[in-house]
């Protein structure tokens, strides 16, 4: 049997234990997903020292967005349609009757 122990934090180091790891490899973590969701919070348009205006921006403009995309998925069906719905009524017309 494989002693797996050796992996784990000594029990006595509460600090480490408390962590999940050795501190600075800890801390060097939260740094990087730190940087990472602040990138991507950038990206979608939060300023940090105004948080919740930017919120609300960012609410407002997800709204806009929600309908002008239902407004574009309607064009992008009735495209669709005019294409799909022929070909499968053909489909069902020249198709052989199966056995009953």
């Known amino acids: 049997m494989r002693d797996d122990t050796r992996n784990l934090p000594a029990s006595g180091d509460g600090l ?3 962590l999940g790891g050795s501190p600075l490899a800890v ?3 939260l ?3 730190s ?3 602040g990138v991507v919070l950038a990206a979608v348009g939060l300023d940090p020292w105004n948080i919740l205006v930017s919120i609300r921006i960012l609410f407002e403009r ?4 929600g309908f002008d995309t239902i ?3 309607w064009r992008y069906f009735l495209l669709g349609a005019v294409i799909v719905i022929p070909i499968w009524l053909l489909s069902r ?3 052989s009757p199966r056995g009953r």
Do not use: E, K, P, Q
């Open 16 to 18: 480490t234990r408390f």
């Open 27 to 29: 801390l060097f973590r």
């Open 31 to 33: 740094v990087l997903m």
């Open 35 to 37: 940087v990472l969701v």
């Open 62 to 65: 997800l709204w806009d967005l």
């Open 71 to 73: 407004a574009g998925l």
């Open 93 to 95: 017309v020249f198709s």
